[in-house]
C-alpha cells in the first residue's frame, strides 16, 4: 500500500509564493507517476501537474504552466509543487495522487489519493 500526505496549504495573497510537498510512504515503487490536483466546491477535481519517478518527466495544465512547477525528491519520496504569481482562481483543495499505470497517461486515472491540503488566495 501507499499513502500520501499533503502539506503546505495556506492563505496567500494574490501574486505571492507557496510550495506543497507531498510525502510518500509505502510501496512507492508501485506508483511510477505522481501527481496534483484541484478541486472547489461544486466543481470536478481538476488536473493541475504531474511528473514521474524515475526521469521527472513533468506535465501541467495550461491554466498553471509557467507559474507552477513540480518537482521531486526520490531519496526521501516527496513532490513539490510550487506556485508562483497566484491568484484567486488558484483557491482550491489541492491533492496529490499516484498512479500505477503510466500508459493511462498524466491527466488520466490515478489509483492512490492523498487527504489534501487547502489553499486560498486572497485578492
Known amino acids: 500500500q501507499v499513502q500520501l500526505v499533503e502539506s503546505g496549504g495556506r492563505l496567500v495573497q494574490a501574486g505571492g509564493s507557496l510550495r506543497l510537498s507531498c510525502a510518500a510512504s509505502g510501496r512507492t515503487f508501485t506508483i511510477p507517476r505522481m501527481g496534483w490536483f484541484r478541486q472547489t466546491p461544486g466543481k470536478e477535481r481538476e488536473f493541475v501537474a504531474a511528473?514521474?519517478?524515475?526521469?521527472?518527466?513533468?506535465y501541467y495544465a495550461d491554466s498553471v504552466k509557467g507559474r507552477f512547477t513540480v518537482s521531486r525528491d526520490n531519496a526521501k519520496n516527496l513532490v513539490y509543487l510550487q506556485m508562483n504569481n497566484l491568484n484567486s482562481e488558484d483557491t482550491a483543495v489541492y491533492y496529490c495522487a499516484g498512479q500505477t499505470v503510466v500508459w493511462m497517461g498524466p491527466r488520466g486515472q490515478y489509483q492512490v489519493w492523498g487527504q489534501g491540503t487547502q489553499v486560498t488566495v486572497s485578492s
Open positions: 511528473i514521474t519517478w524515475n526521469d521527472s518527466s513533468s
